[in-house]
């Protein structure tokens, strides 16, 4: 499974990135996160718990997850290794790059041969990827702009 979202930034490229990087603040500005909690910090990242509903209409289901979160300030990149969650050994890179005079395009790339199990792969291709990653990665980077751009 491979999904990639995109959107473009406009806002400095420090409070983009701070942005990204600070996810235990993400439910105060992202309605869909239930809660996110550093496990273990580190000095470039840490283990992470998060939580976020995908909505479907008026109903919402509930997803959880725990990732290894290893930030690179030089590349401008956040990666996160999932080692919880039926998401386990899914791989995560936020990228940012500068784009001259609008703002910071950010991309989020998942990489996952999906769960372990019959159909695993099907269903990480055919429903997980496209119905639940893209559906909650594509709300955060909506809501990361709402926020940036309204300059809160």
Request: glycine fraction near 8%.
């Amino acid at each position: 499974m491979h999904t990639v979202d995109r959107i473009t930034i406009r806002a400095p490229m420090g409070r983009v990135f701070e942005a990204a990087r600070e996810v235990e603040r993400w439910p105060a500005i992202l309605s869909h996160y239930r809660w996110v909690h550093m496990l273990e910090r580190q000095p470039a990242g840490g283990v992470v718990e998060m939580a976020a509903w995908r909505p479907f209409g008026i109903a919402r289901y509930p997803t959880w997850w725990v990732s290894r979160m290893t930030v690179d300030d030089a590349a401008r990149e956040i990666r996160y290794q999932h080692v919880r969650g039926i998401t386990r050994g899914m791989d995560v890179r936020w990228h940012l790059a500068a784009r001259a005079p609008e703002g910071v395009d950010v991309t989020v790339e998942h990489m996952w041969a999906g769960p372990r199990w019959p159909f695993g792969r099907w269903l990480a291709r055919a429903v997980i990827g496209p119905v639940f990653i893209h559906g909650i990665a594509s709300r955060t980077l909506a809501g990361l702009k709402r926020h940036l751009e309204a300059g809160t």
